[in-house]
């Protein structure tokens, strides 16, 4: 397996000031064509600090890959270091120029002063096309072993890496063909999940693999599978996809990059059904989660965040003896703030959130984490109690998921 | 000046399937305490790999961070390996052992098979309590370099930082004793903010520095003094300070951890006021950023999420004839949603956002970023039009920053 080193520089990371996102998608990406990265490490804007890095990377691994410091200020020293790392040095590259010319020529400026520096690349390099910015990418070989160098900004990284790099590597490396399939579940954990395909799992053949790539809520399984011929592998890995599907049907809500919030509104798009809410804990996030989609108007027509029972009782109608009686948290509650916001807001499905979110608010009967949600449609008014008990952010965000993979079970 | 290397160990996070946020929160916490990281890396689960880098640290660095691999399963090697690096072995830590035991107990259940090895630390470790977790921490010392070595997981491993490794690490390295104090600004780009307080920045003393860092919508600038006197630091750090702020003034919304919403929350408590929002184009983020904040039921009310036009006439009782000849998108349309929901909720200020978050719905005359925002008093009703222009995510975060630092103005 080819072996790669992922070098980011520059010493805002080091130090904890900005967040490198960079080097987990790098190494995502270079996974899923059969690229095994096998370090990855931060150093600062200091000359020997990236000469011993680069020295250390080549002796491990194939392919060295370095974002950073390909700013035009003096403190972005990547391309000089490179020139000493392989005795060459910099000059004008045409391409670059021209690009660079064009870039500026496109905002009305010319390219002047520090910016010419933009341009002049190690005479050994291959230059590689930025389509986002003026920092140009590079590609070195050396004694067997590859270095690229990119910008660290990310957009401009990941356009490099998907137009040019990854394609370019897959030839270069002859890596074997792969073909990915990932199933994304909701409503199970991690371990649970495992039990269930174990049986499986212990059976899958050598050419495909299993990989859990857990996070809040939600759980994907990304099975991979190896080979020669790209026909073969698919058909290979469908079958097993096949196999485990219906062992965990109840949990899969999509595939691929979809977010559950995406699937519901391709549903309700397809159904041309509408949704409006009413939230008390979620205070809002739930109607965020619809509107973060664009084209969510479509399906999504609005709101209330009744935060206070005053406008539970006002805006929402709810009748203030059942929050009397029952409190705001209680299936009572719940089912007349779902009913009511449906019929205010005359939509296919009204949905309502009301729970004690925490840290302060509980009681010994409704400890933190106590949550009712309910959905009302023209015929029936679903609900459920949820247990959670987690921070107030995981709680406000699960209660969120829960709602959102009911509705869609509803839907289908 | 002492030099740090962070070690996070686990095949996940170097095959891209899980973020590391531990690494960065670590070497900005030891850049408080004036240790300076020189490298971080990342090494999967392999015995080989771990002492490879446990080597080369060892050269580099007085001190060495060693995150993960402290799990109950087989793949988490920390630990053997640690004791094959020196020359140690493992044995049950009576501490550790009762913390494990009094977990457990805590939960209803006992100690038994995996679990026990939790409890089993190399016998030339410091043992380090874990409150958050069942995986210990250790503390080595071998030819006059600390290791660290603490479990991945987030707030466990936050817990030990805090509670027990930083100070011990100001103590044992006696680093010079530090003061910060930090400025958070909103409204004003890093390059922008840095050429208002250049002449300051130039003048700094030697024992002051000056950190700027910035995220989406606000700049922090970090003032860190050292010394070996904390009374006269402080006094320093604290003049500098007196010098910059009325320079910035109108840019800054708070210190240390402030954040807006929180910022906002306490004058709001503290003027016994309340707020409501009618939001479009932040459809329900904005209603998010107050009530995410823990005992925000004392002042925000509640809010309607008017995404459909039908939501802005039947709920908020927008005119429909504003929305005919000037759209949802202008200062006629906000006005009567900001004033309208103030007066539904009957709140000390009607909040109201309406624009268009892209990509699509774009015209020549109100192109993708173009946002109208309103607060409505008793008095008056104060407009702004933003033109933001990025993506979707960040037009939505910026429009709910700008309005919410218009609201903090107002109300001082």
């Known amino acids: ?186 409503g199970i954990g991690e371990s649970f999940l495992a039990e269930i395909i174990e049986p499986w799992e212990d059976a899958l053949p050598e050419n495909i693999k299993l990989a859990y790539l857990p996070s809040m809520g939600n759980v994907k399984l990304r099975l991979t599978g190896f080979g020669e011929d790209l026909a073969t592998i698919e058909a290979d890995v469908e079958e097993q996809f096949q196999k485990v599907l219906p062992t965990i049907q109840e949990f899969v809500y999509g595939f691929g990059n979809d977010e559950i919030e995406e699937v519901l509104g391709k549903i309700l798009t397809e159904k041309k059904q509408t949704v409006s809410v009413a939230e008390s804990c979620t205070g809002g996030y739930l109607a965020h989660q619809f509107t973060k989609v664009s084209g969510s108007s479509a399906y999504f027509m609005g709101g209330i965040v009744s935060y206070d029972n005053a406008v539970k009782i006002n805006q929402l109608g709810v009748n203030a003896e059942t929050l009397n009686t029952f409190g705001a948290v209680s299936e009572e509650t719940i089912v007349e703030m779902a009913q009511n916001v449906r019929q205010l807001l005359g939509t296919t499905y009204g949905l309502a959130t009301s729970g004690i979110a925490g840290p302060n608010g509980g009681t010994p009967e409704k400890p933190v984490g106590t949550v009712w949600i309910a959905i009302a449609t023209e015929n029936e008014t679903i609900t459920r109690k949820l247990t959670l008990g987690g921070f107030r952010e995981q709680n406000i965000h699960m209660t969120t998921i829960n709602i959102l993979n009911l509705l869609r079970k509803l839907c289908l």
């Open 1 to 186: 397996m080819i072996k790669a080193e992922i070098i980011t520089i520059g010493d805002e990371i080091l130090y904890g000031q900005i967040t490198d996102t960079n080097t987990q998608w790098i190494s995502a990406e270079l996974d899923k064509i059969g690229i095994r990265t096998v370090r990855k490490s931060s150093v600062g804007d200091s000359e020997e600090a990236i000469l011993e890095i680069f020295e250390e990377s080549s002796k491990r691994a194939d392919l060295v890959i370095v974002t950073g410091g390909l700013g035009p200020t003096k403190d972005d020293i990547t391309k000089k270091t490179f020139c000493k790392y392989f005795n060459s040095e910099l000059a004008v590259h045409q391409e670059a120029l021209a690009d660079l010319t064009e870039f500026f020529r496109k905002r009305g400026r010319e390219v002047t002063g520090l910016n010419v520096g933009q341009a002049e690349l190690p005479t050994n390099a291959t230059f590689i096309r930025n389509t986002m910015g003026t920092a140009a990418g590079m590609w070195f070989e050396q004694n067997g072993i590859v270095y690229i160098s990119m910008p660290g900004v990310p957009f401009e990284m990941k356009g490099m890496m998907t137009l040019t790099l990854l394609p370019k590597l897959q030839e270069y490396f002859k890596t074997p063909v792969i073909f990915h399939k990932v199933i994304r579940t909701i």
